[in-house]
């Protein structure tokens, strides 16, 4: 359980807040009463559902804020899905006169978004010319004001009234005829709070006249997407609908498929260690997720569970995958375990986009399976689960049972897809 679960469940214990839900269909909760046990913003920011706390997950329940120093409770529905279309990014290129955006460190979300903005990438999603006026002119926190909405429960809907929340706008943009609020993360996810776009969405409705378009936006694995939105009904919580999604990415010298063999032939493979479990988590692109976030600081992980989108399992999974590959490593500060990056993950990460990218398939391939799967799936794209168990037997990876040896081999199957797809941007 993190520091949230156990704090909710007393909350929810010392006020009786279920039994209000279903008495009443909702719970009111001040500011005041969460922090006899943890602060608000730890304790109330769920950017993603695999953030909520057990207890709401459990009975369907989520928590929208409704002024500075009050949330409600309830069976809302405020997670919009996210699907990743595979489309071949447009390439981009910085302004030669800029040198202050550095291509190597893009490890934060302003970063990120000024790279995505000098780089001419807002002008292509609201299908402007490139010297047509743009300008940053809005970010940060700010005040809601007041207005009323309705958001979907599971049956009908639920009206809220908001009286000065505070809202945070990552980056908001400004043409002649258009406005453009994003909200911004530097990982791939699988959902996000609605709430992120519609209260930006609602309040700047009432200060400017020109378009709106909410925008969400993450940059993964050195691909900036764009998520763009509109709101159908500007009463109605759920009315979001994607209109379409755009990647990008800054030029940079190709990665080719000649690249990553000779980078597998020259690979000296080290022998399997059973301290750490072979890996068990079929996206890699997760994995660089993971180590972008510690180049920019060590975290716990309640920390990882609490502020990105991976679930406590998932921490786990992850973080030991990273340590598998001699990446991560694990201290212990303070009384807590913390995970940052190795003196090599820190080293790699911080290369230019080509070299990165090899080293990182170099540390895969210094582990023998990969580098023999490899291999062995290069020629026709395609290898058997069989054989793949097979290698993973005569490689003595430590896993007896057949049944987790395929399991594992579906793994091992996803990471050759991520391979391909580093060799088709």
Not at 59 to 80: A, C
Not at 250 to 261: G, L, N
């Amino acid at each position: 359980m993190t520091k949230n679960d156990r704090a909710w469940e007393t909350l929810f214990s010392r006020h009786q807040i279920l039994h209000d839900i279903h008495t009443n269909g909702y719970y009111r909760i001040t500011a005041d009463m969460i922090r006899e046990e943890r602060e608000p913003r730890l304790m109330c920011k769920f950017d993603h559902e695999s953030n909520l706390p057990k207890l709401f997950q459990e009975h369907g329940l989520s928590i929208l804020p409704i002024s500075r120093s009050e949330y409600i409770i309830g069976p809302f529905s405020i997670f919009q899905d996210v699907s990743y279309e595979t489309q071949t990014p447009i390439k981009v290129t910085l302004p030669p006169y800029v040198d202050t955006v550095n291509t190597t460190d893009l490890y934060s979300e302003s970063a990120t978004l000024h790279a995505a903005f000098v780089s001419g990438m807002f002008h292509q999603v609201l299908e402007l010319s490139q010297d047509a006026p743009l300008l940053q002119t809005v970010s940060g926190r700010m005040g809601s004001k007041q207005f009323d909405y309705e958001v979907a429960v599971r049956e009908g809907t639920f009206p809220i009234e908001v009286v000065g929340s505070q809202i945070e706008i990552d980056g908001g943009y400004e043409g002649e005829k258009d406005f453009i609020i994003v909200e911004a993360k530097k990982e791939a996810v699988r959902d996000f709070n609605i709430r992120q776009l519609f209260y930006p969405y609602r309040v700047w409705s009432k200060r400017t006249n020109k378009k709106i378009t909410p925008v969400f936006f993450t940059h993964s694995n050195d691909i900036f997407t764009f998520f763009v939105y509109e709101f159908r009904n500007a009463n109605v919580f759920n009315s979001i609908r994607l209109v379409k999604q755009m990647n990008f990415m800054i030029d940079v010298e190709a990665i080719s498929m000649q690249d990553i063999i000779e980078i597998a032939k020259e690979t000296k493979g080290d022998e399997e260690t059973y301290e750490i479990p072979f890996p068990q988590a079929d996206s890699f692109e997760r994995v660089v997720d993971l180590l972008s976030l510690l180049y920019e600081q060590s975290l716990t992980k309640d920390m990882i569970t609490e502020n990105y989108d991976f679930t406590a399992r998932q921490s786990d999974y992850y973080t030991n995958i990273g340590r598998y590959l001699r990446l991560i490593e694990k201290e212990t500060k303070q009384g807590q375990i913390q995970y940052k990056l190795s003196s090599l993950g820190e080293s790699i990460m911080g290369l230019p986009y080509k070299q990165k990218y090899l080293e990182l398939t170099r540390c895969l391939f210094k582990k023998n399976v990969f580098r023999r799967v490899f291999l062995e799936w290069v020629p026709s794209m395609a290898i058997t689960k069989d054989r793949i168990v097979t290698i993973m037997q005569e490689e003595k990876v430590g896993i007896l049972a057949e049944s987790t040896l395929y399991r594992r081999a579906q793994t091992v199957i996803k990471w050759m897809d991520w391979v391909k797809r580093l060799c088709e941007r």
